[in-house]
């Protein structure tokens, strides 16, 4: 059995999740190794970066909101499109799903709070 999002659109929710209860641990391992977040706060690559610039998103009262409004997925790789921004997914040989690039406007939600 496969640990981790099986489709696009479950790891969109594991993000959200990992938000929500501030886990840096689990936000970077939703990230494929060499990965980039890129945020309207800052730019981070890899594991280690990522959960830090997702702690300096909180400390800004940033969440993330899973709501992808379009999903193309070609073979292993989607983009995921989404009102607060733009997620490249790839599909592992083990099946799960990760994150190589997210393209996130923390401005982006309603009344320009999360």
């Known amino acids: 059995m496969v640990s981790g999002a099986r ?25 494929e190794d060499g990965a980039v977040l890129d945020a309207s706060t800052g730019q981070a690559r890899g594991g280690d970066q990522i959960g830090r610039l997702a702690a300096a998103m909180w400390d800004g009262d940033y969440s993330y909101l899973a709501g992808p409004e379009r999903v193309v997925q070609a073979r292993d790789t989607a983009a995921v499109i989404g009102r607060q921004g733009v997620n490249v997914v790839r599909r592992g040989v083990d099946g799960r799903w990760l994150y190589a690039i997210s393209l996130l406007d923390v401005h982006a939600t309603e009344g320009g709070r999360p």
Request: charged share 30%; no cysteine; glycine share 0%.
């Open 7 to 31: 489709s696009p659109e479950e790891l969109e929710t594991l993000f959200e999740d990992a938000f929500v209860v501030r886990d840096r641990a689990a936000v970077a391992t939703l990230f």
